[in-house]
């Protein structure tokens, strides 16, 4: 059973244009959904996080999307960049020390 | 933001070997790390927790004579896998929830193994 679908698979966006992944959920007790970005041989390190209890948050050129009623979150990566290009992985979990549940992943490439 | 190191970065192995692989928290204790496996192209999935001072909890699929794991400390937890095989090969992650306890994951850089 897969808990956190994200879409789509890999993604192409010009220099300057806005990147969009999204990632629904099943579990409603999920309290804590974060975005990854990982790049080849690296581990993933986190870029933006957010609560179910926020509808948006913004850090940069980086936005999260949180829509509660439809268990789905989304990633918005404004005036994008080449050195964006990465792995995005999206992720569901709670409070505490309890692990992660990752999405498959979107691979992003920006071109100039 | 805490730091998790882990090492090696890479290593390649022989069939039939086993490899150790250490992941420390370096300016907080982790009573509690996960280790993640992950291969080409996919996302991380959930090998199991380690807990100090406790057996290791693993997923369901994930053999626990394979894949032993030591948390020896509230900073260091290694991962050893045993009799390695070709198939074992993977990209393997640890991390370590924060101080604060609010979900969010400190990863390791990643050890690459390849067995051969």
């Known amino acids: 059973q897969q808990q956190v679908k994200q879409s789509p698979q890999s993604l192409i966006v010009q220099k300057g244009g806005i990147s969009i992944i999204n990632c629904a959920y099943e579990?409603?007790?999920?309290?804590?959904f974060p975005w990854y970005q990982q790049f080849p041989g690296k581990g993933p390190a986190l870029l933006i996080a957010i609560r179910p209890d926020v509808s948006e948050k913004k850090e940069g050129r980086f936005t999260i999307s949180f829509n509660k009623s439809a268990k789905q979150f989304s990633l918005h990566i404004m005036d994008s960049q080449p050195g964006d290009s990465a792995t995005y992985f999206c992720a569901a979990g709670f409070s505490g020390n309890t692990p992660l549940v990752f999405g498959k992943g979107t691979r992003l490439s920006v071109i100039a | 933001g805490a730091v998790v190191s882990q090492h090696p970065s890479w290593v390649i192995c022989k069939s039939g070997t086993s490899v150790k692989i250490e992941c420390r928290s370096l300016d907080f204790q982790a009573t509690t790390m996960f280790w993640y496996r992950q291969f080409p192209k996919q996302s991380l999935m959930l090998m199991a927790t380690s807990n100090e001072g406790s057996k290791a909890t693993y997923e369901q699929g994930v053999e626990k004579d394979k894949f032993l794991i030591n948390h020896a400390s509230l900073t260091l937890s290694t991962l050893t896998v045993t009799s390695a095989h070709p198939e074992d090969s993977s990209f393997y992650i640890c991390?370590?929830?924060?101080?604060?306890?609010?979900?969010?994951?400190?990863f390791g850089e990643g050890s690459r193994l390849t067995v051969l």
């Open positions: 579990n409603t007790a999920f309290d804590y």
């Open positions: 991390s370590a929830p924060g101080a604060l306890a609010t979900g969010e994951l400190f």
